[in-house]
């Protein structure tokens, strides 16, 4: 098929999708807001608004802490349905059952019992120290996770003693305004403080621009791609950048093979493959890829012809004649798989899970952070070589990489080579986020500034205080 034809299929298959549903207006939604529970339509106004609830928030207790992040909480328990419903019409991609996911995760992210004091005790005496807020944290949040972004960040931040300004994605910004609106109301309720999870109504570059360079924003979280990742990294602020990856797959010939194809299957259709952390290209020892393709038909996985393949990257992604990149046609983010293969021509049974062909480097499924259930398999010699291409094709973002291997040198050889801020081993992605694997939830994954996997702590500042000669009781 030549790339007219190709375009024409892509324009027909949308016109039969039609238009975005508009979104639902909720039941308890406030026609306009302007200046409360949270909701602002200029950024200094929300400024003004946010200083004050953090100044109320930071001579309060940390009970009221507490009580501020647990009306949170139950409030996404009492909403999720609809909260997953509003973000998936409003965005139009990923899966319902798993905003659903999402929401349950948000909702446990960590909270006030992270902030633990330090001490010192010895002859000079005692030394702590405490983690205090910064203030207003400017906020940048991503349409693939509008909502749960959110809340996390929100969870985290008034944890740590702070309330927020908050530039949504444009389009999710419905979505999170209304979440936002009803855990401010509930906040104000159980609190008596207004105004800690400030959000811009209509977000522009132009506020977040003004969030970036604001005098009394002390310190910025932004999570998106590389554009936004790059402005909060020259804005002089102190600044939590949870920026992109591109997750490889390496199989090596000791994998245990049926579930790491299960696992990678798992792991991509999770919400089609919108998550940073979710796997995006294999590479996998030659003597076992068969074998790997054919369990993943098993798991639900649709294998393409590797023609195929290549058309259907002409048809979903669009190449950047400047840099030469690929990147995903939005309109193609975080669609089923059956929609994306339509695009191409081919059916694919309703209960596929996510597409995958053979290929090689040459597609550019591979370099690209698709973000939608299509997985290019790349064959290669051996795991020496699927280590180093796999963190070719990371980009240096040092993100998040997978590995299915029963071979510890093998595997340390992936920690070394990958430095990755989230390395699952024998594990699909959500394993990195504790979905089947140990640890915390955040939405915010911060591998350029170095916070990790961000906690409340990554919104603290250490502050030390001191006794001289006193206050040890041995
Ligand atoms: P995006 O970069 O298009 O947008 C993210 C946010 O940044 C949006 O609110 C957008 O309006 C804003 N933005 C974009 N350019 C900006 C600029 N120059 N100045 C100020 N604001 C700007 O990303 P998206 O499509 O919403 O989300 C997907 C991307 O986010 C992927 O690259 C994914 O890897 C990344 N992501 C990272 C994490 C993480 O924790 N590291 C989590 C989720 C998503």
Request: charged content about 20%; overall charge negative; some cysteine.
């Amino acid at each position: 098929m030549n790339e007219t034809l190709i375009a024409d299929v892509v324009s027909a298959v949308l016109a039969r999708l039609g238009p975005v549903p508009a979104v639902q207006t909720p039941a308890r939604s406030e026609p306009s807001s302007a200046g409360q529970f949270g909701i602002f339509n200029n950024v200094d106004a929300a400024v003004e608004a946010a200083t004050k609830a953090q100044r109320q928030l930071a001579d309060g207790s940390l009970a009221m802490r507490k009580a501020a992040v647990e009306c949170i909480r139950h409030v996404i328990r009492r909403d999720r349905e609809e909260f997953a419903r509003i973000e998936f019409a409003e965005t139009r991609m990923g899966r319902l059952v798993h905003k659903l996911a999402k929401l349950d995760l948000a909702a446990i992210v960590p909270g006030v019992e992270m902030l633990r004091t330090e001490a010192v005790s010895g002859d000079h005496g005692l030394t702590i120290t405490e983690y205090a807020p910064y203030g207003v944290i400017g906020v940048v949040t991503p349409v693939t996770h509008s909502i749960p972004t959110v809340a996390c960040n929100a969870i985290m931040m008034i944890a740590a003693g702070n309330s927020m300004v908050c530039n949504p994605h444009p389009s999710g910004a419905k979505c999170a305004v209304e979440a936002a609106r009803r855990f401010n109301r509930e906040i104000v309720e159980k609190t008596g403080i207004d105004n800690l999870i400030c959000l811009i109504e209509n977000p522009t570059l132009e506020s977040a621009d003004r969030i970036f360079h604001h005098p009394r924003i002390r310190m910025l979280c932004v999570t998106g791609g590389p554009g936004v990742a790059k402005a909060a990294l020259v804005s002089g602020k102190r600044a939590v950048v949870a920026g992109p990856g591109n997750p490889p797959v390496v199989v090596d010939e000791t994998a245990d093979i049926e579930k790491a194809a299960a696992g990678i299957i798992e792991g991509a259709a999770f919400d089609n493959d919108l998550l940073c952390i979710g796997e995006k290209e294999v590479f996998v020892v030659r003597s076992v890829a068969d074998a790997l393709m054919a369990a993943m038909e098993r798991h639900g996985g649709h294998r393409l012809a590797p023609a195929d393949l290549d058309r259907l990257a002409q048809a979903v992604l669009s190449r950047d004649e400047k840099t030469g990149h690929y990147h995903p046609k939005k309109e193609f983010v975080g669609r089923d798989p059956q929609v994306l293969a339509e695009t191409i021509g081919v059916r694919v049974a309703a209960d596929a899970q996510v597409l995958f062909a053979q290929t090689d480097e040459s597609n550019p499924f591979v370099p690209c952070e698709q973000m939608m259930p299509v997985l290019p398999i790349v064959p290669v010699a051996n795991v020496d070589e699927a280590i180093a291409k796999a963190v070719h094709y990371e980009h240096g973002f040092r993100h998040t990489v997978m590995m299915w291997s029963r071979n510890v040198d093998n595997l340390t050889k992936m920690g070394k080579a990958s430095d990755a801020t989230i390395f699952v081993k024998n594990g699909a992605c959500p394993a990195g986020l504790s979905v089947g694997g140990e640890g915390y939830a955040s939405f915010s994954i911060a591998s350029p500034t170095g916070e990790g996997v961000t906690s409340p702590l990554s919104f603290t500042r250490a502050r030390r205080c001191v006794m001289v000669d006193n206050l040890r009781i041995v």
